[in-house]
Every structure is written in structure tokens, then in C-alpha cells.
């Protein structure tokens, strides 16, 4: 791979699988890993209901059976959606997070980039979060660096915050009047709380659903307040920012919906994220001028009003800017991969608690793994 400097197009193709664990999102952009130049071609590869409870079964786990068959999953179906695109120059391979706990084990996203760069024949930059968090960061969230690129390429004029609704919730403040994301004041992101996962695993414990499609469900039951005031209780949202979550850290929701009605019991874990969404808000240093909202939950109407409801900000899909809001975090595991290649930072202080600005990721070439094997 050719060295890229200061401004430099690079076709790069990103890959996302979230907690979620609806499907692989892969996007193009070209960019110099700081500014935006343009957007590429993008696809979406769902997961069977076969590959989803091969995945389901590895969530909280770090290793054993469970997890090597959930690691063929993702490296086969990344290996397909990303076959489908020509003329790139380097792919960001996030893999699938099982477990995260920065604080204890580490964090375990399954997937080999090293299998994918001498399957696709092109080179690979993974295991993003690894080094963040030997460096005492939380190794999430990631997707702040592009969020400050975005803003400039939006050309917005004042603080902003984006807001990805996927499995779980994560907020990035944004100041474009900076010159660069790692300087201090520039950015603060965080885990919010559990905003899809809990909705989703109660659809499909329940009635065998994947999702509450566009909140319907939720939209015919009523908020439990006092199970809301629970949830509000957690740990979680008495700690400072940056902080960040695993996916089953509020795996007691599910419990205090018990016995509510399956509309009910929907309503109020929509509420949950709605709220903790808002705790969040208390925590940017000044009042972001517009909410931009990306992920799943952004199509949840009942979801995005309570989320308006409770915010002094404009409460946006991200396409209202001209973002895609379905591929935006697999662009941005494409502009962190050519921030790898370059040796630029990819998080700071301002968003995972790191100690000083890292850059993270493993870049893996063709053919170094067949020499490794042999």
C-alpha cells in the first residue's frame, strides 16, 4: 500500500456489524483521514435468523466454542458484502463486540482482519479499541473523529451533537471551530444507555420479531414511570464522561418489564433510552445547537419524540444535514482505517479517557498471514 499524505483521496470501504445484530453495513468515502472529501457506494448484507443466534450465543463471552463459530460468521458474511466493491484502496474492519470491559478483561470485538486481507487481496486495518484501552481509555466510542470530520463537512458554524441509536446509545459533542479532534475542548462522547438492544430482545423473546418495526408497538402501550425511575438509578449515569457500556450492562431491564403487557413493556424500554439519552444531554459543555441522530432508532418514531420531548435542541435525522444515517458508522471505521494508515490519532481523552491521544489498530497486508502459517 502507497504512503498517503496530507490530502490525499483514499478510497477506503468500512464495515460495521453492531450490537444490534441486524446485519454488516459497508460504505465507501474518500478522504486523507482528517478531511471528507466525498461519500462512495454503500450495501447491507442482513444476517439469517441462523447467523443471529450463532452471534446471540457468543454475546458476553470471550472465548470457547461459542465464539469461534460466531467469529466465522462475521469474517464469511464480511467476506461476501465486501467482495461486492472495485477500486479500493483499504478497508477498516470493525468485527463484532461480545463482550466489553475496559476496566476488567479488556474488550472483544471477534473477527481476524488478517483472514479478510488475504481473502479480499486487499489490505486491512482492525482491532481498532485494543490499544485505547491499554492506554486506560474505555475503548468506546470510536465514531467521534469522524463525527468532528463531518461537521466541518457540513460546514456547521456551532457546537453540535450527534447521537448514534444503535444497540446501545452513544453521544459525541462537536466543536468544528477547532483545528483538529484530539485538541482538548473539541470533543466529548460517551455511552448513553442501552437505546435498540433491550427493545429488540424483548421483540424477539416475545413474539419472535427482530425489531418493533417503526415503534408501532410501542406507540399502543403506556411508560411504566416507576420502572423508568429504576433504570435511572444505574451506576452508569452518576459517572462522568467519557464512560461506555457493554451491551448487556442493564440486561436487568428485561426483568422489570416482566410482567407488564408486550405493548407496555415496549413503551417503557423506548422510555428508557429516550431518558437516558437526556441524562446525556446534561453532560456536553454547552448547548449543542442541533441533535443529529444516526442508527436504527432514528426510524423509531415514538423513540425520536420522546427523545425530542425532553431536549432544548433541534432533535434531527442525521439526512437532514445530507448524511446517511444507515451507513455512518461503517464510513467511519473506513476514515479511522486511513487514519491507521497514517499514523494519526483515532481517539483522545475528550472521548474514551484515554490518557493522551492513541491511535489504534492493526494494519494486516496480503499475504502475511499465508507467511505466518508457513
Request: hydrophobic share 45%; glycine share 12%; with cysteine.
Amino acid at each position: 500500500m502507497r504512503r498517503i499524505g496530507t490530502g490525499d483521496k483514499i478510497r477506503a470501504l468500512g464495515a460495521m456489524s453492531g450490537t444490534s445484530l441486524d446485519g454488516v453495513d459497508a460504505a465507501i468515502i474518500e478522504t486523507d483521514g482528517e478531511t471528507v472529501f466525498g461519500f462512495g457506494e454503500s450495501a447491507y448484507r442482513p444476517y439469517s435468523e441462523t447467523e443471529r443466534e450463532v452471534l446471540r450465543a457468543a454475546l458476553g463471552r470471550w472465548d470457547g466454542a461459542e465464539v469461534e463459530a460466531a467469529a466465522e460468521v462475521v469474517e464469511t458474511t464480511h467476506a461476501e458484502i465486501l467482495s461486492r466493491f472495485d477500486d479500493i484502496d483499504l478497508i477498516g474492519f470493525h468485527g463484532q463486540t461480545f463482550a466489553h470491559d475496559p476496566r476488567g478483561r479488556g474488550t472483544h470485538q471477534a473477527g481476524s482482519g488478517a483472514i479478510l486481507a488475504e481473502a479480499l487481496g486487499l489490505p486491512v486495518v482492525w482491532d481498532f479499541r485494543s490499544a485505547d484501552v491499554r492506554f486506560g481509555g474505555e475503548g468506546a466510542p470510536l465514531a467521534p473523529f469522524y463525527h468532528f470530520a463531518l461537521a466541518r463537512f457540513i460546514e456547521a458554524r456551532a457546537p453540535l451533537a450527534f447521537l448514534n441509536l444503535g444497540g446501545v446509545g452513544n453521544l459525541t459533542f462537536a466543536d468544528p471551530g477547532f483545528a483538529r479532534p484530539e485538541t482538548e475542548g473539541a470533543l466529548l462522547a460517551f455511552d448513553t444507555g442501552p437505546a435498540n438492544a433491550p427493545v429488540n430482545d424483548l421483540l424477539q423473546t416475545r413474539l419472535g420479531r427482530a425489531l418493533d418495526e417503526d415503534g408501532a408497538l410501542a406507540a399502543r402501550g403506556e411508560v411504566n414511570d416507576a420502572v423508568v425511575a429504576r433504570f435511572l438509578q444505574h451506576p452508569h449515569f452518576f459517572r462522568m464522561a467519557p464512560k461506555s457500556l457493554d451491551r448487556d450492562a442493564f440486561a436487568a431491564l428485561a426483568g422489570e418489564v416482566a410482567t407488564l403487557s408486550d405493548a407496555d413493556a415496549a413503551a417503557t424500554l423506548t422510555a428508557c433510552a429516550a431518558a437516558s439519552v437526556m441524562r446525556g444531554m446534561e453532560l456536553c459543555p454547552a448547548p449543542p445547537e442541533r441533535l443529529l441522530v444516526t442508527g436504527g432508532g432514528r426510524r423509531n418514531p415514538v423513540m425520536m419524540a420522546m427523545i425530542a420531548a425532553g431536549c432544548d435542541c433541534p432533535v434531527l435525522p442525521v439526512e437532514e444535514a445530507g448524511l446517511d444515517g444507515d451507513m455512518l458508522e461503517a464510513q467511519a471505521f473506513a476514515y479511522l482505517a486511513v487514519r491507521v494508515a497514517r499514523g494519526l490519532p483515532t481517539s483522545a481523552p475528550g472521548t474514551t479517557g484515554v490518557r493522551a491521544a492513541v491511535g489504534g489498530g492493526t494494519l494486516s497486508r496480503p499475504g502475511e498471514l499465508a507467511v505466518a502459517l508457513g
